[in-house]
Each structure stands twice: as structure tokens, then as C-alpha cells.
Nanobody, 133 residues
């Protein structure tokens, strides 16, 4: 279901930074594992980073470790962020936020969630990020 709005994308030079925002206008993120996915031109969509709702664990794709930071607003549990630093041309793509419901007692593998876009229950239309000089 299309229930997020992403913004914050744009054109940035290599080495620059962007902060992406994901806003849920229709539901609270409690009990949802959330993440950011991206799709580069001509490539399949891939998971970039995911975060647990229950214990704050995070997962990052190897190529973005140390450069990207995912977070959620725990006081207003309808917003998620992706801080992106030291951007590279290969980070170019459309970035989507998405959420997967966590059933009571379910054990979540964040790397598993980030690997399966088709399992996500809610998502947005995406925001475009272009890294180019």
C-alpha cells in the first residue's frame, strides 16, 4: 500500500550530503520494521538500510556502511530518516522508504527484511537522488 511520502532528494556533487525524510501520514510506525531501498537506472531495487522498531538495531548494505545513518523519530513515531554523507555516483537512484509489519513474538532478521522488497507492506513513491559533478 502506498502510504509514505519521501522527500529530501536532489542533485549533489560527489562527497556531498543529503538527508532523506519519510513521513507516514496514515499510520504509526509501532510494530513495523522499516527501511530504505533504492533503484538505480537499469538495475533492480536493493535494500540500503533497515531499522528495528523494537530494539533500535540497524542494518546497512556494505557499500554504505560508515556513510549512511538510518533513524526513526521515537517521539513522533511517523517519521524516518536517512542521513547520507560522502555520497558517490553509485549512490544515484530513486530512494524508497518501506515498512513491514512485525507480528507479536516474531524474530526479525534485518538483513532479511532489507533483502526482500516484495515482503514490504507499505511504501512510498520515492525521492530521486543524483550524485554527479
Amino acid at each position: 500500500q502506498l502510504q509514505f511520502v519521501e522527500y529530501g532528494g536532489g542533485l549533489v556533487q560527489p562527497g556531498g550530503s543529503l538527508r532523506l525524510f519519510c513521513l507516514s501520514s496514515k499510520f504509526n510506525l509501532d510494530y513495523y520494521t522499516t527501511g530504505w531501498f533504492r533503484q538505480a537506472p537499469g538495475k533492480e531495487r536493493e535494500g540500503v538500510s533497515c531499522i528495528s522498531d523494537s530494539d533500535g538495531r540497524t542494518y546497512y548494505k556494505d557499500s554504505v556502511k560508515g556513510r549512511f545513518t538510518i533513524s526513526r523519530d521515537n517521539t513522533n513515531n511517523t517519521i524516518m530518516y536517512l542521513e547520507m554523507n560522502d555520497l558517490k555516483p553509485e549512490d544515484t537512484g530513486v530512494y524508497y522508504c518501506a515498512a513491514r509489519y512485525r507480528y507479536p513474538g516474531e524474530s526479525i532478521s534485518l538483513s532479511g527484511v532489507c533483502a526482500r522488497w516484495d515482503d514490504m507492506d507499505r511504501w512510498g513513491k520515492g525521492t530521486s537522488v543524483t550524485v554527479s559533478s
